[in-house]
């Protein structure tokens, strides 16, 4: 018998002009796990952009949401709504300018941090105990503003650092479809002053 389905929700804006921002760190990780998977075609559902792979008996279905982060919920509500699942089997891929650039942290629940794209989900679907795949973007340097700092493209330095990271975020979500969350927190979290600050 096939497992339950899992959905791999990743985070991020639509439209060229933002594409290579670090707020869509959760659609570039969608993009690597395609092509690690060789998944297509891609099709239109939810609000978003989805693509289905297997892994083993596991249906795994990709979500980018199309709506703008701050109504990414509207997005994944509609998905679990459909499929009849539970938010426990979603896992929230995000950027996170608490964690220092590329580094990866997986919680099972927990506030959003300020994570409006995140903020959204845990509201419409009314629990915190949404699994959520958290990637370090850095905090904004002086003056810069959180808004404006997230909306930015990437430096050449950093995105050397987040290539890497974004490969690494790829294994670390078939990892947890494979083995879970206690699996996936143990090989991936890095304990390190400062890190649990929004959580």
Not at 3 to 12: C, E, P, S, T
Not at 24 to 32: R, S
Not at 88 to 104: E, G, Y
């Amino acid at each position: 018998m096939d497992q339950a389905n899992k959905f791999i929700v990743g985070l991020g804006n639509p439209g060229r002009q933002y594409q290579r921002t670090r707020h869509n760190v959760g659609y570039m990780v969608l993009a690597e796990l395609a092509k690690r998977w060789s998944l297509s075609p891609v099709r239109r559902a939810f609000d978003g952009e989805t693509c289905e792979a297997r892994l083993g008996e596991t249906k795994v279905i990709l979500l980018a949401p199309q709506t703008y982060m701050n109504l990414s919920g509207q997005s994944v509500q509609a998905m679990l709504a459909f499929y009849k699942a539970e938010p426990a089997d979603v896992l929230v891929v995000l950027d996170d300018m608490a964690l220092p650039t590329a580094r990866l942290r997986f919680r099972a629940d927990g506030s959003s941090g300020g994570q409006k794209g995140l903020a959204d989900i845990l509201r419409r679907l009314g629990t915190p105990a949404v699994p959520r795949l958290r990637i370090g973007i850095g905090s904004p340097p002086p003056p810069v503003a959180g808004s404006d700092y997230v909306l930015g493209t990437f430096g050449p330095t950093e995105m050397e650092r987040m290539a890497p990271a974004l490969v690494l975020a790829a294994q670390a979500v078939e990892d947890w479809v494979r083995h879970g969350m206690a699996f996936a927190m143990e090989k991936y979290n890095r304990s390190s002053s400062g890190d649990e600050s929004r959580e």
